[in-house]
Structure formats: C-alpha cells, structure tokens
C-alpha cells in the first residue's frame, strides 16, 4: 500500500487507481523520486535505517505511518534492555529467585528512556522560546518527534546480540550498541525537528548525557 506526506502526492495516484502501477513522482528542482522507498521492502528500509540513510529515516517518520510498529518494538526493546541490565548484576540466582530484581531493571531503563525524550523536548521548547522564527517554518509535529526518538530508541535491542555474543574481549560491542543509539538520534532529529547537523547532535549528546547519569545513578 502506497503512502501519502505532506507533499501534493508522492506517485501518480491516477495511475495507480486505474492499473495498480506505481510510479514515482520527481521532484522539479533536483529530478529525483520523492521517496524512492515506497517500492522498498520492510527488509530494505530496515537496512539502510541501519545504515544511516536519512532518506529512509524520512520515510519511515514523515511519508510512512509505522508507528504502531514503532511503538511495539520499543516495547520489546524495553524489556531486552531491562534483562541485559539485570543479566549485567546477576550473582548466579535463577530467575524466580531474583524476578524482583528484574522488574526494577525494567523500571529503570524505563525511567532512562523517559529522561532522554524530556530532555530532548525541553531543549526543543526552549530553542522554539529563543528562536521561534527558525521553527516556525518547520511546523514541528511533537507525537512525530517521540514516535522518530522511540524508533532511535530501538536500535537498543541489539543490546541482544551483544549479551548473546560477547565475550571479555568483545566488550567493544557495548560502546557500538551506545554508538548506534547516538546516530540513530541525530538522524531522528534532524528529519523530524528540522534542526542542522550541528544542532541535532548537539541535542543527541545532551540527552544521551542525561540518560546515562540516569543510568549510572546510585539511587
């Protein structure tokens, strides 16, 4: 199913009522296709979301409605950060033993996810009180923003990968799960916030900051 943004249309809608065929619309100004990931499988957005294509974050945020999807892989993110949290403080006990345990991991990647989407949305309402000329042009849709942060969120989960696979002499791969994360965040505002390179991680860096004396709070 073709999807609509806030451009006029992003393929010829008559031609796809009458034939089913899609195609492309150009853009006047540089000659390429809106959004060429429209005839993309789920596979292939997924990838070059992996790989930082902003094209694909666009898609995926503003011409695309994932965020239903969205919503429940942040949800199973959730819980995989909580169980490598608990895994990281685990004494040997079973799991019954230390369910507790587990549970208040969960709260407490909660409670960080929590401060780094606050963090961000207060940065963005401040610049918006100081700067309000350079926003307006944008029209900044704030649901969008926490659904583009949830979806950087996401790239969290191959935290899995990391507890599987790791060893004493992979623990790289941790630092690359939290490098991923910061990417994935600058992509995600800068598609959605309109702000620059610049400014996007600059806010990125700010919240991650936040989130992880969150994370490394002794309370």
Not at 119 to 137: C, E, F, G, Q, W
Not at 141 to 166: D, K
Request: hydrophobic share 45%.
């Amino acid at each position: 199913q073709p999807y609509k943004s806030s451009f006029n249309e992003l393929y010829d809608e008559q031609l796809y009522l009458k034939t089913g065929i899609i195609k492309l619309v150009e853009c006047r100004i540089c000659h390429q296709n809106l959004d060429k990931f429209i005839e993309y499988e789920g596979s292939l957005i997924l990838l070059d979301l992996a790989l930082q294509h902003g094209p694909a974050y666009r898609h995926t945020l503003i011409n695309a409605n994932y965020s239903v999807l969205i919503y429940k892989m942040a949800f199973i993110t959730l819980i995989v950060d909580g169980y490598c949290r608990w895994n990281a403080v685990n004494d040997g006990g079973k799991f019954f033993e230390r369910e507790y345990e587990f549970y208040l991991n969960c709260g407490l990647a909660l409670t960080s996810l929590l401060v780094y989407i606050l963090t961000v949305l207060l940065i963005l309402a401040v610049y918006h009180l100081l700067k309000p000329h350079t926003m307006d042009s944008v029209k900044m849709n704030y649901s969008t923003l926490i659904v583009g942060l949830l979806l950087s969120y996401c790239s969290r989960f191959v935290e899995l990968g990391a507890l599987l696979w790791g060893t004493p002499e992979t623990q790289f791969l941790w630092f690359f799960v939290d490098l991923l994360y910061l990417l994935t965040s600058i992509n995600a505002l800068k598609v959605v916030s309109g702000l620059n390179s610049l400014q996007s991680t600059t806010v990125a860096i700010v919240a991650h900051t936040a989130l992880h004396l969150v994370e490394f709070s002794p309370f």
